[in-house]
Antibody, heavy 122, light 112 residues
């Protein structure tokens, strides 16, 4: 059974940082691209970042970010640990959201975690 | 970035009746490999999103066959042949052809 479990969400002050983690199981992690998608309370979905799998590229790149987080967030993966990460720096109030880990990057996203809540507030 | 629009944004439906949601992209979603990476997601209240349809018309495993997707280029449609109570929620289209992927604003489906 495919499972994605996010962790690391917290309340943080503006300008602060957090590192989200996504532990996966039930599939060959190396073979899949992965994405982070966020949802502001009561609002829609926003794709935040994605990373390809197995050394593949999409539109010539292996990593991409939404414009709203570019330069502040960094996605990474540890295939040995079957885990995905999102390092979030210089956090802003508008980054407050439920952050989902999802399987797939270009062909997004057939499995989703339950999400981890990030609140940026002073 | 590619802008995705959906209509309607709110769709009250009668149980057992059909429903249709339109999705348009600001540019063609045909990728260089010839595929069109347009997905549809359902989000029931209090749940994580669930993918229903990928590459325009391919239904994900376990998705009832009353859900179907169609379209090409920049215009796409999700149809529910006969709405059931469990179909209540918000439906999003999403393109994965151009990075970054972008979602539509969502269409809220509820029962009249």
């Amino acid at each position: 059974e495919v499972q994605l479990v996010e962790s690391g969400g917290a309340v943080v002050r503006p300008g602060g940082y957090l590192r989200l983690s996504c532990a996966t199981s039930g599939f060959n992690f190396d073979d899949y691209g992965m994405s982070w998608v966020r949802q502001t309370p009561g609002k829609g979905l926003e794709w935040v970042s994605g990373i390809t799998g197995n050394g593949g590229t999409w539109n010539g790149v292996t990593i991409a970010y939404a414009e709203s987080v570019k330069g502040r967030f960094t996605i990474s993966r540890d295939n040995a640990k079957n885990s995905l990460y999102l390092q979030m720096n210089s956090l802003r109030a508008e980054d407050t959201a439920l952050y989902y880990c999802a399987r797939g990057s270009s062909v997004c996203c057939d499995y989703w975690g339950q999400g981890t809540l990030v609140t940026v507030s002073s | 970035d590619v802008v995705m629009t959906q209509s309607p944004l709110s769709l009250p439906v009668t149980l057992g009746q059909p429903a249709s949601i339109s999705c348009r992209s600001s540019q063609s979603l045909v990728y260089s490999d010839g595929n069109t990476y347009l997905n549809w997601f359902q989000q029931r209240p209090g749940q994580s999103p669930r993918r229903l349809i990928y590459k325009v018309s391919s239904r994900d495993s376990g998705v009832p066959d009353r859900f179907s997707g169609s379209g090409s280029g920049t215009d796409f449609t999700l149809k529910i042949s006969r709405v059931e109570a469990e179909d209540v929620g918000v439906y999003y289209c999403m393109q994965g052809t151009h990075w970054p992927p972008t979602f539509g604003p969502g269409t809220k489906v509820d029962i009249k």
